[in-house]
């Protein structure tokens, strides 16, 4: 029997497309060290890659984005010049592309671990609510790529163990893997295809409830305003917060002054599926300051204990229908 990697090998050696390098370590085996090692691909690949398109902030971004990949943390990621321009205009409320907040998330099926790339937030009136997309669905495939969500070894390791397919049989469906592969977009190459743009379209397949559902979407500027407010009767008030910015706390002060006056019943303080903001000390009217701020609002003063709950709660009968 012979392992994943030399079977993978083996695909490779006839074209000298290319090959793998694995770090030494186990006993009697030659060692070298990953910074060693990094520095000597790289040179390699220096003097060896023929593609045109070729460029050290290329292969140092490609080199970032895998470093943190590595980490398995869906809350460290690198972002690149264009995707922290993205990250910053979304916080403003500028919303490129399908319109949503967002994120890597982890999960496990079967023993293997899988990071998604998963949706936290529609934004009103953006082209990903109106083509029916929901927070917590999966982006699995774009136009035809599928999205990386697990390492190839564990295809690999399928092909291999099926004893009940010939050596020839499992080559030609490790080569079918290999062009999938190929084919496929990381996470973040996926991210900054629904996240940027106007004007494309998108033929997307999304996991939802174990299921796969098609969705077709014209990619646009969506400008989101982060405070929105209604009376959903004429005693009962409702302010949504969208999203932790600059101008949350002013226009969550603004909305709920005017309305005050009108809700003598009571006011509901909707915080679902917002995606947060940006942790910024030194700056009092961005992100966790904005946030604190505008908590403080809500509930009179900020409690640090956040694990504490009311003791008593009680039911509210209203009309009309709460958004989302």
Known sequence: KRSAKSLIQSLFSGNQTASLIGFGGGAGQGTISPELMYEEILEAVKA?????????????????????????????????????????????GKFEGIG???????????????????????????????????????????????????????????IIRNNTKTDAQ?????KVLVEKYRLAYTLPKALLQITSGTGATL????????????VTITTATTLVEPVQQKMLSAK?????????????????????????GQATKGIVIDLRQNPGGVISDNIDVNGFQSAKTLLANLVGTVNTQLERKPNVREPLSIGGNVPG
């Open 170 to 174: 499992k080559r030609d469906e490790l």
């Open 100 to 158: 949503a907040a967002v994120q890597y998330t982890r999960t496990k099926k079967e023993n293997v671990d899988y990071q998604n790339l998963t949706i936290v937030s529609v934004m009103p009136g953006s082209p990903a609510e109106k083509a029916g997309l929901k927070s917590g669905d999966n982006i699995a495939d774009i136009n035809g790529h599928w999205v990386i969500t697990y390492a190839i070894t564990v295809d690999v390791d399928k």
């Open 236 to 260: 009962v008030g409702y302010l949504r917060v969208l999203q932790f910015n600059g101008k949350a706390t002013t226009a969550f002060e603004q909305a709920l002054k005017g309305m005050q």
């Open 203 to 214: 033929n997307l397949k999304v996991e939802r409830g174990g299921k796969e559902v098609p």
């Open 48 to 92: 060896k890659f023929v593609d045109e398109n070729f460029s050290d902030p290329k292969i140092s971004n490609g080199s970032l984005n895998r470093m943190f990949a590595s980490l398995n943390d869906p809350h460290s990621n690198y972002l690149d010049v264009k995707m922290r321009q993205i990250r910053f205009n979304a916080l403003q």
